[in-house]
C-alpha cells in the first residue's frame, strides 16, 4: 500500500477513468476522479457512415485515438469494412497500406472492434511514432484517411502531404469541457491534501486550470504533476509547473509508477 491515503487526482474522461483509479486504490491511494474532458459524439452520422462506406479510395486508414475507433463504430452501427486497397498509384514507392493505428491503445482498441492492425509504431505512441514508420516514407500519390476527433494536431497531415500524399480528415468525436463541481478539489488544495496530479492531454490540462478560479489555479502549480508526454511537458513548463514527470508511455501501469515515485521518492 505504497500510496498509503494519499489524493491522487485522476482528469481522465469518465468513461476511461476507472482502470487508473482502481490502480491507485489497489496501492492503498485516494483517487479523486476530476473529469476534465468530456468526450462525446459529432453530428455527422451521415458523413461518416458515408465515408466509412467507400474505403477502397484509400490506401491507408489511420486512427489517431481508442476514442476514434469507438465513435466510428458508434455512428456506423459498429462496423467498419476491412479496407479494399485500391491499385497502387503509377509513383508510389511505399508499403501496399491498410489500417494504422498512432499506438498501442488505438492498436487494441482496433483488435477489439474486429478490424486488421497493419500499421502501429513499434516504439512510441504519437503522430511522430507513426511518421518514422517505414511504409510511411515513400507516400507520394497516395491517398490517406485521418479519423480524429475535432480540431486536434495537425502534424500527421501536414507532413504527409509533404510527403506528395492526399489527405482527408473524418471527425468523429469532439471534446467538452465537463460542467461539474469542483468543490472536492478546491478542499483538497485548501487542506494541502492533493498530492500528484495525472493528466494525458494539453488540452486537459488546460481545462484543469480553466475549471478553477485564478487563487486554486496557481495552488495547482505547487502540487508534483504527472505527464504521458515531453510535449504537454513543455506546455505545463509554460503554465508555471515546476515539478513534472514524463511517464515511459500513456498506459494506466506507467502513470501509477510514475505517480508512486513522484510521491514516495521510490
Same mark, same amino acid.
Given at each position: ?193 492533493? /498530492?500528484? $496530479?495525472?493528466?494525458?492531454? #494539453?488540452?486537459?490540462?488546460? +481545462?484543469?486550470? &480553466?475549471?478553477? !478560479?485564478?487563487?486554486?489555479? @496557481? ?10 508526454? /515531453?510535449? $504537454?511537458?513543455?506546455?505545463? #513548463?509554460?503554465?508555471?509547473? +515546476?515539478?513534472? &514527470?514524463?511517464? !515511459?508511455?500513456?498506459?494506466? @501501469? ?13
Amino acid at each position: 500500500m505504497v500510496l498509503n491515503g494519499l489524493h491522487i487526482l485522476v482528469t481522465r474522461p469518465e468513461h476511461q477513468a476507472d482502470n487508473l483509479s482502481h490502480l491507485i486504490e489497489e496501492q492503498g491511494g485516494i483517487a479523486v476522479r476530476f473529469p476534465t474532458l468530456e468526450i462525446a459524439s459529432r453530428d455527422n452520422a451521415c458523413e461518416i457512415k458515408a465515408t466509412l462506406a467507400n474505403l477502397d479510395k484509400f490506401q491507408w486508414v489511420i486512427f489517431i485515438s481508442a476514442n476514434a475507433v469507438n465513435f466510428a463504430l458508434k455512428a456506423n452501427s459498429g462496423k467498419i469494412a476491412r479496407i479494399i486497397i485500391p491499385p497502387a498509384p503509377p509513383l508510389q514507392k511505399g508499403g501496399r497500406g491498410g489500417f494504422a493505428a498512432v499506438g498501442q491503445a488505438t492498436a487494441q482498441a482496433m483488435k477489439v472492434a474486429g478490424l486488421p492492425v497493419d500499421l502501429v509504431p513499434e516504439n512510441g505512441y504519437n503522430s511522430e511514432a507513426l511518421l518514422a514508420m517505414p511504409q510511411l516514407q515513400q507516400v507520394e500519390g497516395q491517398n490517406c484517411l485521418i479519423i480524429r476527433g475535432e480540431g486536434g494536431r495537425e502534424q500527421l497531415a501536414t507532413t504527409l502531404r509533404s510527403r506528395g500524399a492526399e489527405v482527408d480528415y473524418l471527425e468523429v468525436y469532439k471534446r467538452i469541457t465537463p460542467r461539474i463541481d469542483n468543490s472536492p478539489v478546491v478542499q483538497l488544495l485548501a487542506q494541502r491534501r492533493l /498530492d500528484a $496530479i495525472t493528466v494525458t492531454s #494539453a488540452e486537459a490540462l488546460q +481545462n484543469l486550470s &480553466a475549471m478553477l !478560479d485564478e487563487r486554486n489555479s @496557481k495552488l495547482l502549480l505547487l502540487i508534483p504533476l504527472v505527464v504521458v508526454s /515531453d510535449r $504537454i511537458r513543455y506546455i505545463a #513548463a509554460d503554465m508555471g509547473f +515546476n515539478r513534472i &514527470a514524463v511517464t !515511459d508511455s500513456p498506459t494506466d @501501469k506507467a502513470i501509477l509508477e510514475t505517480v508512486i515515485t513522484c510521491v514516495t521518492g521510490e
